[in-house]
Every structure is written in structure tokens, then in C-alpha cells.
């Protein structure tokens, strides 16, 4: 198995444009969620999917954030208009069953606004 | 979920054992215990989980105190590549409707 993949590895843009990040969990898997880590806040949990339907958007920091899973293995995550302050590490994972089993991380998306 | 407190960081040489401690003196009866860690610039990797029984894998142990207040983290022989933050958890055990909360976690440095 290929793991969780993520795209682009690195993006990096200019303020005020649209951002997409994309993520293909591991097949099989129900659950995604989607992270972001910067050296300020940590690990940020923004939001995750059960089954394709979003369960807690309570993380997502505003309104410019959208996500979306249209199907089993594919999720995207938005941000528009994209701010200097959203520089960050963000990460997708997945997993089996919720929480029990451990998730998988993917390697990550470095976004840099500048 | 209960609140976990870990020391910021430990320095472990290699080829000895890394016992990384967590504080978790709220976890409720149907709390788990979970740990992953962070290699820099990877995404988190699950490690263990466990309730109240001390578990053993081939990455690490995990040790639970008999009140669950506290556990500790075991890589037997720690190498070069065990350099990562450790992050403790603990969360009811497939609980819908939440998920993983991470910490600042514990960076452990392992050297020659």
C-alpha cells in the first residue's frame, strides 16, 4: 500500500490567491482528517470525515477554509483567499475504524504566503 | 479527554533504553492511552495503545500504572532514528465524534 498521499508536497503562493491541497487516504480506510503544525500552535486538528460526510469542522480557523471528501479516496482541502498566516505543515491522515487502530499520516503539504 | 503532561525533553545514548514518561492523573475509567511520534518534517507515526495491561510491540512497551495515572513510553535499544517528538494521548477508546488531540509532546534526542 501506497500510504496516505498528499499533494503538492510544497506550494508555495502569494497572498490573496486560492490554495487547493489534496489528499488520497489509504483505500479501505473510513476515517480523514486533515492537521495543520506550526512552531507556534503544534498539531491542529481542522477537520475530519467519516464516511465521506464531514463529522467536526470546529477546527477549521475561518471561513476562507472549505473541505471536501467527494469520494472514498479522494479529499481536498481550500483556502481562499490564502493569508501570510496560513503558512503552515498540513497534514491528512487516515484510519480504520476511528481511532483505534492508529492512523496514517501522510508526508504532509509545506505551504508558504507570501 | 483527559489532560496529559509530558516532560518538553529527554536525552537518551544510544543502544540504551529511552523511558519516556507521561502524567495523566484525569483519565477516566474508559480513557486508552495512546502514543505516537514525530520525526521532523514527517507526519505523526501511531506507536502503542493501551487501557490498564502493559502492552508490548515491536516498535515499543508501554507501561501503565496500576491507578492509570501515569505511563511510561519504552524503546528497549534507542538508535539515531528514534530522534522524534513523542506525543502522549489519551481518549476513550473509539469514541465517535472526536479524534486525536495532540500535545506539545517530549522531544527525545538520541546520540552517540
Redesign the interface.
Given at each position: 500500500d501506497a500510504g496516505v498521499i498528499q499533494s503538492p508536497r510544497h506550494e508555495v503562493t502569494e497572498m490573496g490567491q486560492e490554495v487547493t491541497l489534496r489528499c488520497k487516504p489509504i483505500s479501505g480506510h473510513d476515517y480523514l482528517f486533515w492537521y495543520r503544525q506550526t512552531m507556534m500552535r503544534g498539531l491542529e486538528l481542522l477537520i475530519y470525515f467519516n464516511n465521506n460526510v464531514p463529522i467536526d469542522d470546529s477546527g477549521m480557523p475561518e471561513d476562507r477554509f472549505s473541505a471536501k471528501m467527494p469520494n472514498a479516496s479522494f479529499s481536498t482541502l481550500k483556502i481562499q483567499p490564502s493569508e501570510p498566516r496560513d503558512s503552515a505543515v498540513y497534514f491528512c491522515a487516515s484510519s480504520l475504524q476511528g481511532f483505534d487502530y492508529g492512523y496514517t499520516f501522510g508526508s504532509g503539504t509545506r505551504l508558504t504566503v507570501v | 479527554d483527559a489532560k496529559t503532561t509530558q516532560p518538553p525533553s529527554m536525552d537518551c545514548a544510544e543502544g540504551r533504553a529511552a523511558n519516556l514518561p507521561c502524567n495523566h492523573s484525569t483519565i477516566s475509567g474508559n480513557e486508552?492511552v495512546?502514543w505516537?511520534r514525530?520525526i521532523h518534517?514527517?507526519?505523526?507515526?501511531?506507536i502503542i495503545?493501551g487501557l490498564k495491561n502493559n502492552e508490548t510491540n515491536e516498535m515499543a512497551s508501554l507501561i501503565i500504572t496500576e491507578d492509570r495515572k501515569s505511563s511510561t513510553l519504552i524503546l528497549p535499544h534507542a538508535t539515531l532514528r528514534d530522534t522524534a517528538v513523542y506525543y502522549c494521548i489519551v481518549?476513550v477508546?473509539?469514541?465517535?465524534?472526536?479524534?486525536?488531540?495532540?500535545?506539545?509532546g517530549t522531544t527525545l534526542s538520541v546520540s552517540s
Open positions: - | 486508552y495512546y505516537y514525530q518534517s514527517q507526519g505523526p507515526q501511531y495503545h481518549r477508546y473509539n469514541q465517535a465524534g472526536t479524534a486525536l488531540i495532540f500535545g506539545k
